[in-house]
């Protein structure tokens, strides 16, 4: 196997924990579509480097015990810093120096006005198409700018709600940002919401608050 092989396949097992927040070797292999033996070669060498570590293990069958496998600290930050690509540095360290001249009231209403342009940004880039369309078109911009974006489909338990979807980041390309300055996920929620006007967007899970990526529920609003 070639070295670019390898790294691509390591690296495809590095976004596999980040998504699913742990996982076995077994399912590597079927997800990647990799023999167990290389994927196994692949942790090891992960391990090794301290990209990721198994944090229990779970007997299956006559089988030897399947250890689960999740990313390490380290892990996490590496991928962060791969999406930043130094940008976030640059935008904390700048960001930092502003609150230090005019105070952080500033900073988060200059944040505030940064998002409400994003918002009109990605509105006429959505255009007015069908909300399936808008939210497929938002999770490409968003991916385009560092997120490992997806949506998927859900149903809504209020039959009055036509569509329902739930947008997921599995990483925050502004996350050493965001833990100096959480005021800016408030106004990314607000930008999603101005995004989609004929929405309700609702914060399901955020990684700020320890959990393995943000989630939001989008739905149209009940007439």
């Not at 050493?176 to 005021?183: G, I, M, R």
Request: proline share 3%; charged share 30%; net charge negative.
């Amino acid at each position: 196997m070639a070295i670019t092989q390898q790294s691509s396949t390591k690296q495809d097992i590095l976004e596999y924990l980040l998504k699913n927040s742990q996982g076995k070797a077994s399912e590597l292999a079927t997800a990647l579509d990799v023999t167990p033996q290389a994927i196994r070669r692949h942790l090891k060498d992960l391990e090794t480097e301290g990209l990721v570590a198994y944090s229990s293990a779970v007997q299956e069958g006559m089988g030897r015990p399947q250890h689960i496998y999740e990313l390490s600290d380290k892990g996490k930050e590496r991928l962060r810093r791969e999406v930043a690509d130094g940008y976030g540095d640059f935008a904390l360290s700048l960001l930092d120096t502003i609150a230090e001249t005019v105070g952080h009231d500033q900073v988060s209403s200059i944040l505030k006005k940064q998002w409400e342009r994003k918002a009109e940004e990605y509105r006429e880039r959505l255009g007015d198409a069908s909300l399936r369309d808008r939210v497929a078109t938002l999770v490409n911009l968003r991916r385009a700018e560092g997120y490992m974006a997806e949506f998927h489909p859900v149903d809504s338990s209020e039959p009055e709600i036509r569509d329902c979807f739930l947008l997921i980041e599995h990483n925050c390309a502004i996350s050493n940002v965001a833990e100096s300055f959480p005021s800016v996920c408030g106004h990314e929620l607000e930008m999603f919401a101005a995004v989609l006007p004929d929405c309700t967007v609702e914060r399901t899970q955020w990684i700020i608050h320890g959990e393995h990526r943000c989630g939001y529920l989008v739905q149209t609003k009940k007439e």
